[in-house]
């Protein structure tokens, strides 16, 4: 939702066919290494754009034993925040740009209000309207149309739900603070105008009292 501090950049490493050890040195360059890498610089360009990033390219050879520790033994292997989300061939180019987000969620909080939704979908026209009317500017993200905020939602969702819950739109987020759907929109929007009307008859007594 927001770019997060240099401090919180996401660390993404790419193991390639390359290097030596000992005796043995790597001669034949790897065709499908060369094209992870273009994958992982094209999509940190525009899918990822905004996201800080740390990004390492390694000699897999020379270093052999550092992906292994966490389950990579066959390059290209690709890390993200030392866990392996692919090895042995070209990259996926959807399963990593899930990953950094994921790995980008779990480091920086919500800003600002948001509204993750679909065109198709009456509920979220309905939780736009609760937000127009009460004044709310927010943004509005299209789950379909573009992945990486499907992606986002998801990863900020999921932690907050029990195992195996189906998650549905819209997912709103007001001032940073998660509120669910339509229906908790509403109810929190509700409770908002009683305390504000409580609040300005309780004034206004003090007023009388004065």
Known sequence: MNPSPANNAVTIQLYRWAGAW???????????????????QDTLETELAGIPVNF???EWLTE?????????????????????????????RGLFTQAVIEAH?????????????????????????YLEQAGIQYTYHDVVRNP???????ARVLPTLPPKTPITVPQIWLGGKYIGGADQLGEFLQAQIQRNNEQARNNNRSAIRL
């Open 105 to 129: 969620a779990r480091m920086t909080p919500v800003q600002g209000s948001h509204l993750f939704g679909k065109a198709s979908c009456p509920h979220c026209k309905r939780a736009k309207t």
């Open 22 to 40: 000992g005796p043995f040195k790597v001669k034949v360059p790897c065709g499908e290494c060369a094209l992870t890498k273009d994958v992982i």
């Open 56 to 58: 390492e390219i390694r």
């Open 64 to 92: 052999w034993w550092k992906p292994l520790l966490k389950g990579g033994w066959h390059a290209p292997i690709v890390m993200v925040d030392g866990k392996v989300i692919s090895q042995g061939h070209a990259l996926n």
């Open 148 to 154: 990486r905020d499907m992606y986002e939602m998801l």
